[in-house]
């Protein structure tokens, strides 16, 4: 059979299939996908199974599920796409293997933000001032600050507690003080 990409000598390894099985995955995982005739650099639309939240294609393949897309980076590099496969093309039954690279968690959000596919709400400053009254003696309720910012009082316990804008040090900025200060 031909492929539409070399397949690489270690993707077998990387994938834990027996020599037995091998030719009958790989019929198998490209007879799932609709390659364009027209167009070289078109997404790869997996035909099969996809998750219900998100839209991943799915490989199934005796007790394994991988997500497609992921598979499609081990067949083309030989190694899996560590630790997330980004795709470029931003559709995530795609499995064109041009279209995925390996990426961080870090990455993967950046893109997210970058392609306007994750709001964020809050402007950096806003983060920032939002900490700082986390530092506070007696702060101001959560849910003062989350109607001055326009988001839900989780957010702000996020904030004051970490989880979420960590990489912004507490520090008052902007105009917005005013209107803090004068919830306090």
């Given at each position: 059979m031909t492929y539409p990409f070399p397949i690489h000598l270690a993707a077998q390894q990387a994938l834990g299939i027996s020599d037995k099985d091998?030719?009958?995955?790989?019929?198998?995982?490209?007879?799932y996908i609709d390659i364009p005739d027209h167009d070289l650099d078109t997404r790869w639309p997996w035909?099969?199974?996809?998750?219900?939240?998100?839209?991943?294609a799915m490989?199934?393949?005796?007790?394994?599920?991988w997500r497609a897309h992921r598979v499609s980076f081990v067949l083309a590099n030989?190694?899996?796409?560590?630790?997330?496969?980004?795709?470029?093309c931003d559709?995530?039954?795609?499995?064109?293997?041009?279209?995925?690279?390996?990426?961080?968690?870090?990455?993967n959000t950046?893109?997210?933000i970058r392609r306007r596919r994750l709001?964020?709400?809050l402007e950096p400053d806003e983060a920032k001032t939002i900490k700082w009254a986390g530092t506070f003696d007696h702060p101001p309720s959560p849910r003062i600050i989350a109607?001055?910012?326009?988001?839900?009082?989780?957010?702000?316990?996020?904030i004051w507690n970490n989880q979420s804008w960590c990489h912004v040090t507490a520090k008052p900025v902007g105009p917005v003080i005013g209107l803090l200060e004068a919830a306090l």
């Open positions: 091998w030719p009958r995955f790989l019929k198998r995982f490209f007879g035909t099969s199974t996809r998750q219900k939240r998100g839209g991943y490989v199934h393949w005796r007790a394994n599920r030989g190694v899996w796409p560590v630790p997330f496969g980004l795709h470029s559709t995530p039954w795609c499995v064109r293997p041009h279209h995925i690279s390996a990426g961080t968690a870090a990455d950046a893109d997210a709001a964020t709400k109607d001055l910012f326009g988001i839900d009082s989780r957010t702000v316990y996020g």
